[in-house]
T-cell receptor, first 114, second 112 residues
Framework: NAGVMQNPRHLVRRRGQEARLRCSPM?????VYWYRQLPEEGLKFMVY????????ESGMPKERFSAEFPKEGPSILRIQQVVRGDSAAYFC????????????FGNGTRLTVT | AQTVTQSQPEMSVQEAETVTLSCTYD???????LFWYKQPPSRQMILVIR??????QNATENRFSVNFQKAAKSFSLKISDSQLGDAAMYFC?????????FGAGTRLTVKP
């Protein structure tokens, strides 16, 4: 019973490159959430997606960041033209989408921008 | 394996009363952070309190306090004077070096 799978575990990018973070939700889960955690800070909500739909992207920066959750395949968080301030841990979580459904988190992707 | 266990899927407390949420973790590290996060219906994860493993003193943030027992690898959250706004999912998290591990969560209901 695989949990939420995120890859890569660690990602190093130079300024200006693109970063792609992947998240495969738990089996049976159709809702995915992305969070960002800056060093020694709490998780910050970024975006909430269902299959093929963005439900809430109120936490996403207006530029360079995008997310998708296609009908087939993992959810992708894409960061274009990365800057050093993008360095953080990015967590994905999934759920069945009901309010009383717990979130199951992945182990995160640590992005380092050099 | 580094795991975090929250053994109480659901808890209930009467408004103004005190409730304690349990959390245990497994690690071979000596230095790490422990966190409690709250997730209200808005789905945003809110940091409630954090504890550094090398600090003996239990962390306190207003009505929230922890009982950190390093030898027992236990990290419980006590909420005093519970309020209706405290109703949420609470996640315990362990972080050795920005490598966060979360428990499955405890759903707290506050009864008026």
């Amino acid at each position: 019973n695989a949990g939420v799978m995120q890859n890569p575990r660690h990602l190093v990018r130079r300024r200006g490159q693109e970063a792609r973070l992947r998240c495969s939700p738990m089996k049976g889960h159709s809702h995915v959430y992305w969070y960002r955690q800056l060093p020694e800070e709490g998780l910050k909500f970024m975006v909430y997606l269902q299959k093929e739909n963005i439900i809430d992207e109120s936490g996403m920066p207006k530029e360079r960041f995008s997310a998708e959750f296609p009908k087939e395949g993992p959810s992708i968080l894409r960061i274009q033209q990365v800057v050093r301030g993008d360095s953080a841990a990015y967590f994905c979580a999934s759920s069945q989408g009901l309010y009383n459904s717990p979130l199951h988190f992945g182990n995160g992707t640590r992005l380092t921008v050099t | 394996a580094q795991t975090v266990t929250q053994s109480q899927p659901e808890m209930s407390v009467q408004e103004a009363e005190t409730v304690t949420l349990s959390c245990t973790y497994d690690t071979s590290e000596s230095d790490y952070y422990l966190f409690w996060y709250k997730q209200p219906p808005s789905r945003q994860m809110i940091l409630v309190i954090r504890q550094e493993a090398y600090k003996q003193q239990n962390a306190t943030e207003n009505r929230f306090s922890v009982n950190f027992q390093k030898a027992a690898k236990s990290f419980s959250l006590k909420i005093s004077d519970s309020q209706l706004g405290d109703a949420a999912m609470y996640f315990c998290a362990y972080n050795p070096v920005n490598d966060m591990r979360f428990g499955a969560g405890t759903r707290l209901t506050v009864k008026p």
